[in-house]
């Protein structure tokens, strides 16, 4: 059973920073792309950086110059470096894993992490 543990969301003053991260345990396979998505009250769930196995990134315009996301493979594990922080970053944050064998590639979400930027 694969499992993802998201940890470092928290409270934050305005221009500070958190960062949060994600180990995928279990019998993930292969994984393709690693990322992170917040959703705020109603709004959609909007993706806010990814990481391919190669290495490639891509940011949501809304966070590029502040966000960093980074990835240890050995450790199946993916962080994202959240400097600058806003109010319109508050929001709960999930990981995102795409893994699996072969051509059979599965999604798989993490539980969540409140990060709230307010003074």
């Known amino acids: 059973q694969v499992q993802l543990v998201e940890s470092g969301g928290g409270l934050v003053q305005p221009g500070g920073s958190l960062r949060l991260s994600c180990a995928a345990s279990?019998?993930?396979?292969?994984?393709?792309?690693m990322a992170w998505y917040r959703r705020t009250p109603g709004k959609q769930r909007e993706l806010v950086a990814s990481v391919t196995f190669g290495g490639s990134t891509n940011y949501a315009d809304s966070v590029k110059g502040r966000f960093t996301i980074s990835r240890d493979i050995a450790k199946n594990t993916v962080y994202l470096q959240m400097n600058s922080l806003k109010p319109e970053d508050t929001a709960v944050y999930y990981c995102?894993?795409?893994?699996?064998?072969?051509?059979?590639?599965?999604?798989?979400w993490g539980q969540g992490t409140q990060v709230t930027v307010s003074s």
């Open positions: 995102n894993v795409v893994a699996g064998w072969g051509s059979t590639k599965y999604a798989y």
């Open positions: 279990g019998s993930i396979g292969s994984i393709d792309v």
